[in-house]
């Protein structure tokens, strides 16, 4: 039994991105807490909880990444074992939302699955979840229970600030992005330019203009994920053919389906920066892509969730010219 700030706690770590809950857990200073992910042959989920969790606080790592409807069915389905196990909290630490884009009807007929999920999850069990970047704010009212939502933003600033890149602009891969360009804008002290795009059909984009000026500019696109890396890639070569001398990218989740990582090791990019809310496997594994760690900011977070302290200072960052970091 662990006890952390007089409470007793526990984190489970499901199938999905294991490393990073050893990283929280570390951050956290209670280890994992043991449970086994079963599979019947015809392919039907099972969760065996190998230790009490009654009265206990416990905090559940699963980002609902790739195989999506998996990965959502352990986390549900550990929900239920939790409450029918008695556990004081059941909090879910779902550094990637799985669903997240499918926010809005954008034509009729459509589900909003984003909404759905959120309905399952609190149905399951859960009493708070934590996120990070989710995909659009408005999600987080989809819930009737705390949703707090970590930025990737302060992380990826630092790393961008240690390179101590010459002549940069921020950039905006579309018109959406906007408010999050700005932000990055702000503390690198620089302009932004938006490329202005059109995408036909999910997962294919098209540049139709840029708007700003990039010449002999050093251009960091930021996004809060990279799926296939057709928007990326492609806009990177349209800051390129603007007379950018290079182009960085950077996002919070690295999805990398399909040719991303394909896309990315032929592109005119000189790195993509993501962090480590998904698993990045092996065989993603390429010298442009560089992954850096969210460990610790979740596992503040618990810490700060624990002790009934705002997490409002998590969210927020300034930079400090002087000292060039973030505070």
Known sequence: MSILLGKKVKIFSLSSNKELALEIADSVGVPLSSCDVLHFADGEVNVQINETVRGHHVFVIQPTSAPVNDHLMELLIMCDALKR???????LVIPYYGYSRQ?????SRQPISAKLVADLLQTAGADRVITMDIHAAQIQ???????????????LCNYILD?????????????????RARELAKVLDTNIAIIDKRRPEPNKAEVMNIIGDVAGKTCVMIDDMVDTAGTITIGAQALKDAGAKAVYACATHGVLSGPAVERIKNSCLEEMIITNTIKLDDSKKIDKIKVLSVGQLLGHGILRILSDEPLSGLFTYSYDKSKRELL
């Open 141 to 155: 009212g989809f819930f009737d229970i705390p949703v707090d939502n970590f930025l990737g933003l302060p992380i």
């Open 103 to 107: 926010d809005r009807k954008a034509r």
């Open 85 to 91: 196990a008695s556990a004081r909290s059941i909090n």
């Open 163 to 179: 390179k101590h890149l010459d002549d940069m602009i921020v950039v905006s891969p579309d018109h959406g992005g906007v408010t």
